[in-house]
């Protein structure tokens, strides 16, 4: 008979122990060539996560913005936070005096048919340093509507 581990209500007297947590188990569980393989890929898994982060704190403290396509991801997530809104898309970027002005379309009213959803274009207004100092909606029209 194969004694295997169990996560609650092990019982003592049929030779079955109990497992506390689930790495308890895995460990009862796997071959060591599967633990091993196991290790491994968690491994590769936390080293690509710092390695990321380590890449987002960089870019986090450069000074100046370096581009059109970092002002333009800077401002949709910026709205996004400010508004509560997902950005749809960008319309326009361009530089102004000391940074950025960047048009964001955005999905305000879902509605069934899509077509029939209300989206706005934000004008949003970056300093030098990429951050968001004032933002309005310059307008709000139905999904598929042409420009007049």
Known sequence: ME???RFSGG????????????AEYKQTVFM????????????K???????????ASKRSTSSRTKGPEEA????CRGLSRLIGHEAEGVSAVRRA?????VHVDVLEVPRI????SLLATYEVELDGKGELTQYRR?????RGASDD
Not at 11 to 22: L, S
Not at 45 to 55: I, L, V
Not at 72 to 75: I, L, P, T, V
């Open 3 to 5: 004694m295997r581990p």
């Open 11 to 22: 019982n003592t007297h049929t030779g079955q122990h109990r497992v506390r947590n689930v």
């Open 32 to 43: 060591p060539e599967q633990r091993e393989r196991h290790t491994r890929t968690a491994t």
């Open 45 to 55: 898994s936390a080293t690509k996560s710092a390695t990321k982060s380590a890449a």
């Open 72 to 75: 333009a991801r800077r401002a």
């Open 97 to 101: 005096e000391e940074g950025w002005r």
């Open 113 to 116: 048919p899509d077509t029939t």
């Open 138 to 142: 310059i307008r709000r029209y139905r």
